[in-house]
């Protein structure tokens, strides 16, 4: 009897090999490279961030409809995540791009950078999802608690500058640092979100917000 198993498939084709999703099929030879559960792994947050970019929200994306858009079955995804907003936190996570300070780096220019979507391995869906995804965690308690672990990383790395500006005396000492960093990261998550003023260019925002906010927190040079 030849044995069977699962395949999984890369995200966007939604089939196996013989063009069912989920079914059992004869296992072909496993070819040399990434092991299929790396693929399996990646079809699955493809699957998320591709179906949250084109407009499926939240509560109307499940395992099922993400298993059959990776082209797994439903047991492997709750292999790797206990439900539905562990995944969709996951997949929102691999958007986010890591931006350590640089020491070398003036106050001012480390808060550009970390305000400022520069990377050029930036996903492109970012701009569709974060828009889409904000509204969902602000009415879904657990979401919101798991998508403070990923902003947190950046609010932490803001607080961090303004502290060294502060012992550096670049910055004044009576600031309160997670005041600033809400005002930094508040006026650039609307406009991006909302687009609230439409004269106002994205590219130059982070600056435009972080020189605004020096001349009122900077320490004055003589």
Partial sequence: MTNVSTVDVKAGTGAGADGIVGTDVTEAPRAVGRP??????EAIIDAVLDML???TSVGELSIEAVAGRAGVGKATIYRRWSGKNDLILEAIRTLKVPQPVNEEL?????????????SVSVDPRAAQVFPCIVPEVLRNPELWGLYQ???EPRRARIREVLE?????????????PEMVALMLTGPVM????????????????PARVVDTLLQGIGVPQN
């Fill in 164 to 176: 060294r500006g502060i012992s550096a005396g670049d910055v004044r000492p009576d600031v309160d």
């Fill in 106 to 118: 003036s106050v001012r220019d480390n808060l550009v950078q970390l305000l400022s979507v520069v």
């Fill in 149 to 151: 672990q990923i902003v």
């Fill in 53 to 55: 970019a084109e407009g």
């Fill in 36 to 41: 299929r559960s790396t693929r399996a792994h």
């Fill in 190 to 205: 609307l406009q991006r979100m909302l687009k609230w003023s439409p004269t106002i260019e994205d590219e130059t925002l």
